[in-house]
Structure formats: C-alpha cells, structure tokens
C-alpha cells in the first residue's frame, strides 16, 4: 500500500464504514477476549506480553465503538475459572488492570466514557477494588459509551447471587414467588440495568461461551473469528459488524 492509500485507510476507519446501515448497528456488543497467550507464544514471548498487547486492542475497540456509534460495549477481563492459572499470570493481570485503569481514568473523562464492572469484586485485590471504585464514581455521570468491564465474573455465580438475593427478599416477605418474573431478575444480576448484548464476539476460533453472561446472551447474535485478541483491529471489527447486519433476528419468531 502506498503512503496515500495507508492513510485513506485509515481516515476511512474513523467514521462508520459506508457499507453499514447505522440504523441496524448493534446497540451492545460484547467481547469474550481470547487469544492473548497464543499471540504470545507464536512470537516466543511470554504469555504476559499478549495480556499487554491486549489492553491496547481494547482501547482502541473502546473508541471504534465511540466513533462508529455504539452504544455499550462489554469486555470478559478475568473469569471466575481463570483463577486457576499459574499464580504469577494471575498476579500480573491484576496489577495490569490496576494500571491500565489509574491510567486511562483522565482520557475516559474526556472521551464521556462510562465505566462499569461486573463480576464477584469482593474477591479481587483491595488496592484494584479502590481503583475500580474510584473510575465508576468518577465516570458515573459521563454521557457517552457505556463500557463494562467482566471480571471475576462467572455467569453461574452471577445467577446464583441473584437467586440468593431474591430468596432472602422472599424470606423477608419483600417479595411475593409469584411476582418473580424476567425483569424482576434481571434487576438482581450485576448487570441490572443494561441492555442484553445483541452482537457476541469471541477471538481466536473457540465455540464456547466459558461461562459469559449465560442469562444476557438467550437471543445475542454470535460470530466467532479465528484472530488473535491482539490482532483484533477496525478491519476485524468491520467484518464482524457486517456479518451481524445479515443475519435475521427473529427471535423465535417466524
Ligand atoms: C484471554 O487470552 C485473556 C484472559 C483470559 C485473561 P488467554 O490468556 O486466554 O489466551 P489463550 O487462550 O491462552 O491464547
Ligand atoms: C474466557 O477465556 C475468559 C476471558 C476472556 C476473560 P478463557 O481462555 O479463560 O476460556 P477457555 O478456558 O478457553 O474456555
Ligand atoms: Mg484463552
């Protein structure tokens, strides 16, 4: 490519790309970010230079989003399974999402971004609890994309909090067992508030959900590319947003 056309590209990327209806963007898109250790590992690195490479495919998805009109976008940072990896990975992504979040707090303001987590935060360190606590009351009142982060989060242990929560209000006499309906629930999970992810998207070719917003995504479109989280660019992002342009949502209907 020439210097002119790189830069064409690019340009081009900023905005919507004309291919696609705005009308018909999906309003929440959420991302299983996979891939990180085997980006790595094919450049004979270690597999915490995939998790640094990975912050940035984020942020730069963050302000894609931004750009092309989306309005939420939910990350899967940290598992409740991925606890079981070696302590030294563990211990070096949580001091990254310390960092990243202490550092990007001043661009999230200017960019009216709206940071929220979800997932068990009692469990993580309480030096990233601080952090986190200081992003969401600082951006709470931020107009623009909302942005939520998974981590600890495991969709199971997210049901099951609600249904002891739900269970407590019934023993308190709060709540009638007839009254419990879907919106009932979904005002007791993490999520309470946000819309269902319409557009799920998983790097690196694994068809699975490893235990993702299993209530949200019941009718989320899904599309799974065989990229490298990392590699995950606006080129990438493009084509997963075309393909979810021609599917037919019918949910269950005809
Ligand atoms: C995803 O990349 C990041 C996290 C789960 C934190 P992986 O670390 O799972 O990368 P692979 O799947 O081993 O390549
Ligand atoms: C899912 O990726 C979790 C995150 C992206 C945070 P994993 O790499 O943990 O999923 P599995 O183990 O392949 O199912
Ligand atoms: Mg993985």
């Not at 211990?91 to 990254?96: I, Q, R, S």
Request: proline share 4%; charged share 25%.
């Amino acid at each position: 490519m020439t210097a002119q056309s790189i830069t064409a590209q690019q340009t081009y990327l900023q905005v919507l790309p004309p291919d696609l209806d705005r009308a018909r963007l999906p309003k929440h898109v959420a991302v299983i970010m996979d891939g990180n250790g085997r980006w790595a590992k094919q450049r004979g690195l270690p597999r915490i230079m995939g998790h640094r490479r990975g912050v940035d495919t984020l942020k730069d998805l963050l302000r894609c989003c931004r750009d092309w009109g989306v309005e939420a976008l939910t990350a899967y940072a940290f598992s409740t399974e991925n606890w079981g990896r070696p302590l030294e990975e563990v211990d070096f992504l949580m001091t990254l999402f310390e960092r990243v979040l202490r550092q990007e707090l001043r661009e999230m303001m200017s960019e009216n971004v709206r940071i929220q987590f979800v997932g068990n935060l009692q469990a993580l360190p309480s030096s990233l609890q601080d952090e986190i606590t200081k992003a969401v009351e600082t951006t709470r009142n931020n107009p623009g994309i909302q942005f939520t982060v998974a981590t600890n989060y495991g969709g199971r242990q997210e049901i099951l909090q609600a249904c002891r929560s739900i269970a407590t209000k019934v023993q308190q006499g709060l709540i009638d067992p007839s009254e419990i309906d879907e919106a009932l629930f979904e005002r007791h999970l993490y999520t309470a508030g946000n819309s269902d992810p319409d557009l799920l998207i998983r790097t690196s070719g694994e068809m699975r959900i490893s235990n993702f917003l299993l209530w949200q995504v019941a009718y989320a479109e899904l599309y799974v590319t065989d990229t490298l989280w990392p590699d995950f660019n606006r080129a990438e992002f493009h084509q997963a947003l075309s393909a979810y342009q021609q599917r037919d949502r019918r949910f269950g209907k005809v």
